[in-house]
Nanobody, 127 residues
Framework: QVHLVESGGGLVQAGGSLRLSCVAS????????MGWFRQAPGKEREFVAA????????YYADSVKGRFTISRDVVKNTVALQMNSLEPDDTAVYYC????????????????????WGQGTQVIVSS
């Protein structure tokens, strides 16, 4: 099992920045990738970004490309999401996820490919 804990959410004005962090514990050696998803009220949970554990290739949803950056620290077993130029449409609960099966880049955005999930952290962007 892998346990994930997110932090860093909050309230920010449009155009501002936030940095989310996720710490993984447990059988972290089994992880092949980690990702961030988000879910706004009344909407499906959607892919935001993912990063392969080794060699650290990154993948982004079109809606966040150029604004968000995902990174990982393989020593500390953490993944971060730097969010810049935030927009009201970015308001959602953000979830960290980890994949233990062999990572397939073309499937990086598929929820069902992730085996472990955090509890989520709320991000609210005011206009």
């Amino acid at each position: 099992q892998v346990h994930l804990v997110e932090s860093g959410g909050g309230l920010v004005q449009a155009g501002g920045s936030l940095r989310l962090s996720c710490v993984a514990s447990g059988r972290t050696f089994s992880m092949s990738a980690m990702g961030w998803f988000r879910q706004a009220p009344g909407k499906e949970r959607e892919f935001v970004a993912a990063i392969s554990w080794n060699p650290g290739n990154t993948y982004y949803a079109d809606s966040v490309k150029g604004r968000f950056t995902i990174s990982r620290d393989v020593v500390k077993n953490t993944v971060a999401l730097q969010m810049n130029s935030l927009e009201p449409d970015d308001t959602a609960v953000y979830y960290c996820a980890a994949n233990k099966t062999p990572f397939i880049p073309v499937l990086a955005g598929r929820r069902e490919r992730y085996d472990y999930w955090g509890q989520g952290t709320q991000v609210i962007v005011s206009s």
